[in-house]
């Protein structure tokens, strides 16, 4: 009988056991999932404060969560209203004994000077009646000089119909003999109404200011009171385009020609015409030395295989982002180095979500000094040499800092979270972010290649597209020779003014000679 007793108590012990380990294992599930929903939810509500961020601006970085969710109930919210909404309350409440002293007033710079080479049209102002006569003896008084303001001032563009009288001769003796016309200037379009001049300004006013050939037909109607139809201004500027592509070509042998190039990549949407409804997103490349020209390279998508045509065997230093399309170019003693500047935004992302994030923070500090390095080394005007002393003098204590606080961070971030996912980046690319320690003429970032992206980033917000692929080749020529211009402080209407008129009618191997480059290089001797 107890046996018997001692196995059923036996028996219900095990069962209890074995419900009591179920009840475990569905709460370590249910924790596993809450802990789950967790990091989710955190990675979510990071990704919605950076797309608030993006939307409202630089002043709502200092705003908490409340506050920008606040001003998504607004129906339109203006730039004001965030600045008056981000001086309210400080993102972390300060006390008063915590009050940081008050900044020192900066010294005011004075009235701007204007430049020596424009043109001074003088104005003379008198003084009035009274101040003519001598106010305690009354006799007239004698100017004794000038004070002198200087504004700047503008001359309304000036539309005029230029007629061109090509002379006719003949023998009046010889009947035989026939008559001769003086040859018709070259021109950019040859039976165009418009002008070199105006198919330049067309050209300057879409490519560097990123007018709309649309709004420049409107701007033509209302001061000049002339109707251009739109495809006459497209078909001349689509022929400067044409034109420019020898030299663009030319171009790139150059660079190729250069031991350290900076590449980038952007997006450009292109219509197909295939009913879709929707532009194809092509990207346009650009390859660039610091303080040489530039080359775009249009292409309908953003395959490696771009960059790998464009570079070919290069075997020299490219500087890119982390895109992995630039993983497989050049050939095989190509030096990759990645930007550092990249690396540190995604860190800036991160405090820019969580005020509190001190590592992150901290790897932002670092990153900082490394840029403060090169740039005392400009302001003093140091050349390469110099600067890679100062750099090897300063930069491997704080890597070595920065790469200690990112694995710090890596192991305690969650991996989705932005402060994760920047460490992360940081340190898989950081032997390619490190290069500049061997290679003096390395900059630190390629926030020179982003800049001549600028003009294509905002131009496509006013003109949207481009109306063909195969105008895509064209529009990367003109591109290529107005960001080259503008880097080597070329005036872009002398430079097409004088390349582009018989353009056609040269040589191949004279093409060399009309870059931008050798171009500055005869303005310069």
Partial sequence: MLAEIVRQLQAQLAERDQQIEARDQQLTRKDQALALAGVKIKVLEERLRLDRIARYGKRSETLSDLQLQLLDLEPGVSSDEVEAESEREPLQPQRPQDKPASKP???????????????????????????????????????????????????PAEYFVKVIRREKRACRDCDQQGVATAPAPERIVAKSVLSDQMIIEAVVAKYCASLPLYRQQAILKRDAGVQIALSTLNDGVLRVGELLMPISAAMKREVLAEAYIQADE????????????????????????????????????????????????????????????????????????????????????????????????????????????????????????????????????????????????????????????????????????????????????????????????????????LGSKEAGPKIAAIFSVVESCRRLNIPIRKYLADVLPGLANRSIQSLAELTPTAYATRLAN
């Avoid at 009235?111 to 009035?128: A, F, K, Y």
């Avoid at 003896?137 to 004794?144: A, D, E, M, S, Y």
């Avoid at 219509?271 to 390279?297: C, E, I, L």
């Fill in 105 to 155: 007033r900066r010294k005011h710079p004075g009235r701007q000077e204007l430049p020596s080479h424009l043109e001074r049209v003088e104005e003379i102002v008198v003084c009035t009646p009274g101040q003519c006569n001598c106010g305690r003896c009354g006799k007239q008084t004698t100017v004794i000089g000038y004070e002198e303001t200087e504004v700047l001032d503008v001359r």
């Fill in 266 to 465: 952007t997006p450009i949407g292109v219509q197909t015409h295939d009913k879709r409804g929707r532009n194809h997103q092509a990207y346009m490349w650009q390859y660039g030395s610091p303080g040489k020209g530039v080359v775009f390279d249009f292409r309908m998508g953003r395959e490696g295989e771009g960059p790998k045509q464009f570079l070919g065997n290069f075997n020299r230093l490219l500087q890119t982002d982390g895109y992995k399309g630039y993983n497989h170019v050049g050939g095989p003693k190509m030096v990759h180095a990645c930007c550092l500047a990249h690396a540190r935004r995604k860190h800036v992302d991160a405090v820019k979500i969580n005020a509190n994030d001190q590592e992150s923070a901290r790897i932002v500090a670092l990153m900082d000094e490394l840029f403060a390095i090169d740039r005392e080394a400009r302001e003093q005007n140091m050349d390469h040499a110099q600067r890679d002393a100062l750099r090897q003098e300063r930069a491997p204590k704080l890597l070595e800092q920065l790469r200690a606080t990112a694995l710090a961070l890596q192991k305690t971030a969650l991996p989705k979270s932005a402060a994760g996912q920047a460490a992360n980046y940081t340190l898989s690319f950081w032997s390619k972010l490190t290069v500049f320690l061997k290679h003096p003429e390395l900059e630190l970032s390629t926030n020179l290649a982003e800049n001549a992206m600028r003009s294509i980033a905002i131009g496509r917000k006013n003109w949207l597209h």
